[in-house]
């Protein structure tokens, strides 16, 4: 199994950035497909972007588009987050998510993701 853990929440204001990272162990991660997925208080778990095997397609919410990026860096079992242009509305709790899959397309379905990282809180002040 692949083990996940992010790092790089944090708090910041309306208008500004941060990176999310995601360090995955116990298998190369090129096996899975790879999410970012949030949770604000109250509500359920949101995929906000996703990105395929192997990396080359992206797939982003329409709450993110145009302001949040993700990438896979294989060599390095990294997955990472840039959000950019932040809002109030993106505080969450931020998880970077696995899914051991055989094709090379985004995955957005949450129930095919089997493997999860703790967490990492992200507040937007406004």
């Known amino acids: 199994q692949v083990q996940l853990v992010e790092s790089g929440g944090g708090l910041s204001h309306t208008g500004g950035s941060l990176v999310l990272s995601c360090a995955a162990s116990g298998r190369p991660v090129n096996r899975y497909a790879m999410a970012w997925v949030r949770q604000a208080p109250g509500k359920e778990r949101d995929v906000v972007a996703a990105?395929?095997?192997?990396?080359?397609?992206?797939w982003y919410a329409d709450s993110v588009k145009g302001r949040f990026t993700v990438s896979r860096v294989d060599i390095q079992n990294m997955f990472y987050l840039q959000m950019d242009s932040l809002k109030p509305e993106d505080t969450a709790v931020y998880y970077c998510?696995?899914?051991?899959?055989?094709?090379?397309?985004?995955?957005?379905?949450?129930?095919?993701?089997?493997?999860w990282g703790q967490g990492t809180q992200v507040t937007v002040s406004s």
């Open positions: 998510a696995a899914a051991e899959v055989v094709d090379t397309t985004p995955v957005t379905e949450l129930s095919q993701y089997a493997f």
């Open positions: 990105i395929s095997r192997i990396g080359g397609g992206e």
